[in-house]
């Protein structure tokens, strides 16, 4: 599976942007694969941020960002993506999509579940 993801840059403290992440080369109907983002620090470990399970499964989020941060995704376009509102300087970091057709529910949240992972996309919010 490629994961291509796109979006980020630059935004003000209390703005808004949104992250996609394209899918392609998938074996399954994307629609099965448990898909999530995590962000991560230099010299830090990936944090996850939310998670949509597959076949219309449930949604999962970080204490952190919940209730800012909205994860979706279109199974017909093979697509996901975040919506965050009311950004803060601490959400500053290098956002990863990621991907796995057999994630359970006990291990959303664990980046070692997943197999597959774009390439990371930079946010940066000033304060």
């Known amino acids: 599976v490629q994961l291509q993801a796109s979006g980020g840059g630059l935004v003000q403290a209390g703005g808004s942007t949104r992250l996609s992440c394209a899918a392609s080369?998938?074996?399954?109907?994307?629609?099965?694969?448990?898909v999530a983002w995590f962000r991560q620090l230099p010299g830090k470990e990936r944090e996850f941020i939310a998670a949509?399970?597959?076949?219309?499964?449930?949604?999962h989020y970080s204490d952190s960002v919940k209730g800012r941060f909205t994860i979706s995704r279109d199974n017909a376009k093979n697509e996901m993506h975040l919506q965050m509102n009311s950004l803060k300087p601490e959400d500053t970091a290098v956002y990863y999509c990621a991907a796995d057709a057999n994630v359970i529910l006990s291990s959303v949240r664990l980046s070692q579940a997943y197999d597959w992972w774009g390439q990371g996309t930079q946010v940066t919010v000033s304060s």
């Open positions: 949509f399970r597959g076949n219309g499964g449930s949604t």
């Open positions: 080369g998938h074996n399954y109907s994307f629609r099965r694969y448990t």
